[in-house]
């Protein structure tokens, strides 16, 4: 079946219900709204700082407590789901019909995947999450470290879980969430000719009342999601390249240096919106990809080599074993570790992906469903594995058999900015491998800039490809002042709250976007 054949008669078109005005396109009223409730949380953060920390961190504490259950079960929903259409004949459906071409090689299409997907993550918490669940091992398992002293008989397991646990929050659920939502796009932009926007992936559901009220509130929903997800990732790259700096530099460590640096990055970032898709994101995507496997290669090569290959298959094993009990919610006894990490990465992929769903349906034109779901969700997940493996490994690696405790000080500390050039500062070529790791960090920085701005633009350009520039560079400069106000009203605490506030709600829309992707994918098939 062609992508000519499927197409509905839905009367909606990309930007149809635009405004144009000053030289810009913009959807109506979800560009208006939008930007106004932003441009509005910006000022009264600002203007009432001391009470937005507190606020914002009493707000966490509640979701997360609250409705871990909500995060919990719909994550899962989402693994079983992608999974079960990979394998089931479903497969077979290409997006843009059955003579749709991809536009990308896969070189290029799986860098732009992952470099959007969690590069800045990565980086962040590569060598200091596998160490802190090391820990303080999650589900009942005894603590290998107290006061101190290493207890011998702890070691194993706790490293066991340390890793598993890691896995866990970087492995199948976050991918899972971001494959659903891409594939959702994907099917109604190119199979059904819809406009590239978030509402179109609730059609088979409601119609055509996505042009109404209902996909004007799933839209606007969408860019507060894409920009707090983003909000608090561009956070994350400025506290630990600032941290890097201070390191490497001496330059000073404070919130003035870090507002002067996402300033710069978004500065960069605006250059790279300019130059488009092809020229800013692909190349930095690739450029990324290439600094990002020279220095894992690197500290597999010159860091515990056969430790870390025969960990990438124990851990693998490890992480599949403690799945089912890592995943379930009920019962548990270690709420620090589900409502501190779990729930608040749930939350945190939720956020994002709507950005990031929609930016990999933006590149994966003419795969295959089966094809898609392998390359979006099974291969990163390996991916995942092999770094937390790398990175976290050595950490471990240094503290257990070298007795070097940098990483582990930046534990205790609970400096997370500073563990990965902790755990480079043991190895050969620190000085080279930290200005590596900072670049990489604000190269992450500014795809994630650059790709969001291109999505939120999208969004409330209602679906248009081709909107105004000057559209994209709005929505860059507002990530940035978002990034910044929550950094100085309550810094990364409030950046995390801001992430699973906007998530939440999100939430129940994804597991609304299931059913409508079977539908979707259902009518494809036959």
Known sequence: MSSESVQEDHGLEPGQDNVR??????????????????????????????????????????????????????????????????????GKVRLGGKDAVAEFSYAGWFAMLFAAGMGIGLMFFGVLEPMYHFNNPPLGVAQ?????????????????????????????????IYALVALSLSLAAYNKGLPLSVRSAFYPIFGERVRGWIGHVIDIMAVFATLFGLATSLGFGASQALA?????????????MKVLLILGITGIALVSVVAGLDAG??????????LAVLLLLFVIVLGPTMAILSGFFTNTW???????????????????????????????????????????????????????????LIIPTLV??????????????????????????????????????????????????????????????????????????????????DAPVAQRVFWAIFEGLVAIVLLLGGGLAALQAGAIATGFPFALLLVLMVYAAWKALITEER
């Open 318 to 376: 490890d992480y599949v074993r403690h799945l089912p009990e890592l995943s379930n919610w009920i019962g548990r006894e270690d709420e620090g570790f589900l409502h501190g990490w779990t729930t608040f990465y749930w939350a945190w992929w939720i956020s994002w992906s709507p950005f990031v769903g929609m930016f990999i349906a933006r590149v994966s034109k003419g795969r295959t469903v089966r094809e898609f779901i392998t390359c979006v």
């Open 144 to 176: 290998p470290v107290v006061d101190g002293a290493v207890v011998e008989g702890a070691v194993s397991e706790a490293r066991e879980m340390g890793m598993a646990a890691t896995i866990f929050h970087w492995g199948l659920h976050p991918w899972a």
């Open 244 to 256: 890097g700096l201070n390191e490497l530099y001496g330059v000073p460590n404070t919130d003035t």
């Open 281 to 290: 994101v692909k190349r930095l995507s690739e450029i990324n990809m290439v």
């Open 21 to 90: 005005v000053l030289g810009l396109d913009v959807h109506n009223p979800v560009f208006p709204i939008s930007a106004i409730l932003i441009v509005a949380f910006v000022i009264l953060t600002l203007i009432f700082r001391e009470a937005a920390g507190p606020a914002l961190g009493d707000l966490r504490v509640w979701l997360t407590s609250t409705f871990d259950w909500v995060f919990m079960a719909s994550a899962n929903l989402f693994v079983i789901f992608c999974l079960v259409i990979a394998v089931s004949p479903l």
């Open 384 to 465: 995942s594995i092999l770094w937390m493996t790398t990175f976290g490994g050595t950490a471990m690696d240094q503290f257990l058999a070298q007795g070097y405790e940098g990483v582990q000080q930046t534990v205790v500390d609970y400096v997370p900015e500073l563990s990965l050039f902790a755990m480079l500062a043991e190895l050969p070529l620190a000085s080279i491998t930290s200005l590596i790791g900072i670049v990489l960090v604000i190269v992450f920085f500014v795809t994630s800039s650059d790709s969001g701005s291109l999505v939120i633009d999208t969004i409330t350009a209602g679906g248009k490809i």
